[in-house]
């Protein structure tokens, strides 16, 4: 059973900062994809950012200049550094692994962390 676990969430004020953590097992970061994904209540899950096991990272127009997805493979952790924060963000986030097999494809999930932006 793969157990990623997100750490960080909050309550911050418009424009503040938050960092948010994932860890998981070895054999995730040695080779899955991870990402970061958010959903705010009565909306679908959205990609947010994502970053490969060899560090290229992508993200959502909406975050891109504010939000920094980075991962440190030897302490099996993942972040998301948040900068500049909108009311809208407030979301649960959710820290995604994945992995493309020849015949499958592996994914875990996370339980996700609350985000709380407001004044």
């Known amino acids: 059973q793969v157990q990623l676990v997100e750490s960080g969430g909050g309550l911050v004020q418009p424009g503040g900062s938050l960092r948010l953590s994932c860890g998981g097992p070895v054999h995730i970061f040695r080779s899955y994809t991870m990402a970061w994904y958010r959903q705010a209540p009565g909306k679908q899950r959205e990609l947010v950012a994502s970053v490969t096991s060899g560090g290229v990272t992508d993200y959502a127009d909406s975050v891109k200049g504010r939000f920094t997805i980075s991962r440190d493979n030897a302490k099996t952790t993942m972040y998301l550094q948040m900068n500049s924060l909108k009311p809208e963000e407030a979301a649960v986030y959710y820290c995604?692994?994945?992995?493309?097999?020849?015949?499958?494809?592996?994914?875990?999930w996370g339980e996700g962390t609350q985000v709380t932006v407001t004044s």
């Open positions: 995604n692994a994945g992995c493309l097999f020849p015949t499958d494809v592996d994914e875990y």
